[in-house]
Every structure is written in structure tokens, then in C-alpha cells.
């Protein structure tokens, strides 16, 4: 701590006064979080996120989980002087060949102007100079108040309900309210157009509902107008992990087992068609991403996605996503998407949600030799049958063996804390006329009560016995 306050003076001006103001005892600080800290009684702790920046997480007296960003802060005099420096930024920018959509080139003459503008007759001391150029980048380049939260490894979700304090979804300690809050409707009016504007996908009273995808991957809902959102305009981001998760820290935290691990990588190597399935936040993509890594290296894959959220470690990857902006007859569809997949020549057909008419495609894929896997909603395979048989999906009852095994995902909440578990696996054996219906099989499944999973296939696995084992 002693160190990061020499570094970063606002660091022990903020420890002074949370002392001050709420009694509490000094914040322990720590390098990075761990997981087991899930167990302490009374969390106290500050962690980095980037140079001069830090996350606080604590509970209140009403034991009210808190996470508060610390950040270098702006006094009136600094606002004066950034507004000044602003202002010459606005006036030089045209001589800058500005396009956002070049991230690093971008972001190098931003740099360039702001040293420009703090050096072209802009009076600002030396102590003003950090403060102002961190304030002008996190609101010019990058995405405003928000932008230390996407920088925190250890956060799910971000939810912001009107001019309301925005929430985080924590790993580590569930949901905590922040410090940050937009101070009107106008401002964040404003803002999520600005950021709207910026990913290409405008708000507007007329499109008041958007989903997209920040520059970093992460997934962004914005419900813009008063007349549908009745708290005023909201939005939602779904945090994208930069290294995706692999199969052994999934077993490690216990999502999985080694065995059911195993089991997949065979069904994987040998081209099975498997849909993981679950609820909203139940991890379905996070396994989706960790599976990927036991296909074959040298296969081709073809991803296609409405946001891109897959990530594939393969060399050989067409990765594609849809197009809803602009004309309808230049708008490219999921189902477009993995309509093109077959004339690809594919080794693996990866579909990042199955939603829709596109799950009819999938299925024919699968019936030509294509593998598929893909994310779907469906809490057990009665009701994952149902919906693909059911409109929009339509896919014929008779023609739900071509998938191989479902996998169903479930969010759990342990001791108030969140955590994923795979609930069970079930194997589609085959369409029977005389059942009427599809025989399946269950191979693994979860005991939430030793919080252990049971292989229940042993010597009676369709899927290793008759179709991997030949």
C-alpha cells in the first residue's frame, strides 16, 4: 500500500477518507484477487486494474456489498483546465486523419493532440498534466466513466438502470453497487449515444433497442427510450474474458469433471454434433470457448455469430458475423451465415446461439456430414427437443438424433456467491415411432448435495460404445 500511494497520491487521499467517513478499519491491499477470497466474512480489499487506477470492495455497516473505482480525480481548477485543453484538442483535431475504427492509430493521435494542446499555450501544471491526459483519454478514447470497470478481469456483468448507481456482477463477491452514476438523463442520453455512435449501431427513439460489441468483445444491451424503459435508459454489458477459460479450470472450479472433460474431448475429436444448453448466465459460451480447444488443430473452423464472443485457437478460422444495420436486402442473417458454412468446406460448424430459424440449418448440416456445435436455452433436453421442434426452429422430430449429445448448464448460488455447474449430459440415442418420441440417455450427472458429478454411462454409453469405439 505504501507503494502504491507514493505512486499514486489520490490512492491514500481516498484510504484517509473512507476512514473518515465510515469508521471502518484500512483497506487491506492486494496484487490480484483469488477466489477463496470468496470466504472471508467481512471483505476489505483494493486491487489494481491499470496504472493509478484501482478497485475497492467492502462491505458497509448494513453489510452492503460496495465496490468503489479510485481513480485520479479532477478538483475545480483541474476542470478548468481540462475543459481549455479539450477545447484546443476540437480545434486541432481536423488536422489529424482521426477513424476510430483503427484502435492503436487512433488512440496515437489522440496522444499526440493532447500533448499538443497541453504544450500550445494551455497554462497547466506539472502536477495537472496526469490527471488531465488520464480524464482525456478515458472519456475521448476509450469509454468514459465505464472504462476502469471493463478493465477488471474479476466482473461479469455491468448494469445501469437510469441515473440509478450502476451494479457489477463480481466473480468473486456477486453483486455490489458502485460509486459511478451518470448525474442526469441528459447525460446519459448522451452518452450511450456517443457509444452507440462509436460501435456503429445508433440509438434512437426510433431503434431504442440495440445489441452489440465494444472494441474489447464485450456485449452491450442498451434499451435507450423513456417510453420503454420506464427508468429511463438503461443498459447491460456482458464482460468478454480475453484469454477464454480452458477445460482444466472449468474442473478445476468445478463447471466439470475430468471424467465428463474426457468424454468430451473424445466426442469432440471424433466430430459428435453437441449443443451446450442452459439459461441466461449459466456459462454456456464460456464452455463453448474452453471445448473448442480439444477440436483437431489443423480442421478448419467456421464461426458464425450474431456478437462476437467465440474465440478459437485454431489457424485456420473463418470467423463470421451478421449484419442487421443498413437496407434489408443487405443485411446478412444467422441463417445466411451458416447457409454460406456448407459451400465452406468446414471441418466444425461453430454457431454461437441457436435462436431461430438458423437451428433448421444447423440441423441439415448436421445431416450432411457437417459437425456443429453450438449455445442454446433450454433448461433440459424435454424442452430443448420442444423448442427445436416447435416454430421458429421447425426441425422435424425424426431428425433430432443427427444431434449426438446435449449438455446442460445451470448458474448456482453457493453461500450467496455465484458458480456454474453442468447439471448433466444427455446422449440422443435415436427417433422412435413406437415411443413416439426421442430416446435419450443420461451419462453424467450432478449431485448438488456432495456438489459431485456421477458417470452413469459406464458400459452403457451410446455414443463411445457404437459410434466412437468402431
Not at 372 to 389: D, G, N, P, W, Y
Not at 428 to 436: F, H, N, T, V
Amino acid at each position: 500500500m505504501k507503494e502504491e500511494t507514493w505512486r499514486a497520491p489520490h490512492l491514500l487521499d481516498y484510504v484517509r477518507r473512507f476512514q473518515k467517513e465510515t469508521g471502518l478499519p484500512r483497506p487491506r491491499f492486494i496484487a490480484r484477487l483469488d477466489p477463496t477470497m470468496r470466504r472471508l466474512p467481512r471483505p476489505n480489499l483494493i486491487y489494481p486494474l491499470e496504472p493509478g487506477v484501482y478497485a475497492h470492495v467492502y462491505l458497509d455497516k448494513e453489510r452492503k456489498g460496495r465496490y468503489v473505482i479510485i481513480e485520479p480525480y479532477l478538483t475545480e481548477t483541474d476542470e478548468e483546465a481540462f475543459r481549455a485543453v479539450m477545447d484546443r484538442v476540437l480545434e486541432m483535431a481536423p488536422e489529424e486523419e482521426l477513424d476510430p475504427e483503427k484502435t492503436e492509430a487512433f488512440e496515437e493521435s489522440m496522444n499526440r493532440l493532447i500533448k499538443r494542446a497541453i504544450g500550445a499555450g494551455v497554462r497547466v501544471s506539472g502536477e495537472q498534466i496526469e490527471r488531465i491526459e488520464y480524464r482525456m483519454r478515458r472519456d475521448v478514447i476509450h469509454n468514459g466513466k465505464i472504462e476502469p470497470l471493463l478493465h477488471d478481469p474479476n466482473l461479469e456483468d455491468i448494469h445501469s438502470v437510469g441515473v440509478r448507481s450502476l451494479h457489477v456482477v463480481h466473480k468473486v463477491f456477486g453483486m455490489l453497487e458502485t460509486n459511478l452514476k451518470f448525474k442526469d438523463s441528459t447525460e446519459l442520453d448522451e452518452y450511450l449515444r456517443l457509444i452507440s455512435e462509436r460501435i456503429g449501431k445508433p440509438v434512437s427513439d426510433t431503434h431504442p433497442i440495440i445489441d452489440a460489441a465494444l472494441p474489447d468483445g464485450s456485449r452491450i444491451n442498451i434499451i435507450y427510450s423513456d417510453d420503454v424503459s420506464r427508468e429511463g435508459a438503461s443498459f447491460t454489458i456482458r464482460k468478454f474474458a480475453e484469454e477464454p477459460l480452458t477445460a482444466p479450470q472449468l474442473v478445476e472450479w468445478g463447471t466439470l469433471d475430468a471424467h465428463m472433460a474426457a468424454y468430451l474431448w473424445l466426442a469432440l475429436e471424433y466430430s459428435m454434433n453437441i449443443i451446450i444448453s442452459g439459461e441466461t448466465a449459466s456459462g454456456k459460451t464460456t464452455s463453448l470457448n474452453a471445448l473448442l480447444t480439444f477440436v483437431n488443430h489443423n480442421y478448419k473452423i467456421y464461426s458464425a455469430e450474431d456478437t462476437p464472443e467465440v474465440v478459437i485457437p485454431h489457424d485456420v478460422w473463418q470467423r463470421l458475423i451478421t449484419r442487421e444495420v443498413g437496407p434489408e436486402e443487405a443485411r446478412v442473417e444467422l441463417f445466411d451465415l451458416i447457409k454460406a458454412a456448407l459451400r465452406s468446406r468446414p471441418d466444425y460448424i461453430v454457431v454461437g446461439e441457436i435462436r431461430g430459424r438458423e437451428g433448421n440449418v444447423a440441423f441439415q448440416a448436421m445431416q450432411t456430414g457437417h459437425p456443429v456445435i453450438s449455445t442454446f436455452h433450454a433448461s433440459s433436453v424435454e424442452k430443448l427437443i420442444q423448442r427445436f421442434t416447435g416454430d421458429p426452429i421447425n426441425v422435424p422430430i425424426r431428425f433430432i438424433d443427427n444431434l449426438n449429445i446435449a449438455l446442460f448448464q445451470l448458474l448456482v448460488y453457493e453461500s450467496g456467491r455465484i458458480t456454474r455447474r453442468v447439471n448433466s449430459l444427455e446422449e440422443i440415442l435415436r427417433y422412435s415411432p413406437a415411443k413416439g418420441g426421442v430416446l435419450t440417455r443420461t451419462v453424467f450427472q450432478w449431485d448438488p448435495v456432495e456438489d459431485r458429478h456421477h458417470f452413469r454411462g459406464r458400459f452403457n454409453s451410446h455414443i463411445l460404445e457404437n459410434l466412437i469405439a468402431p
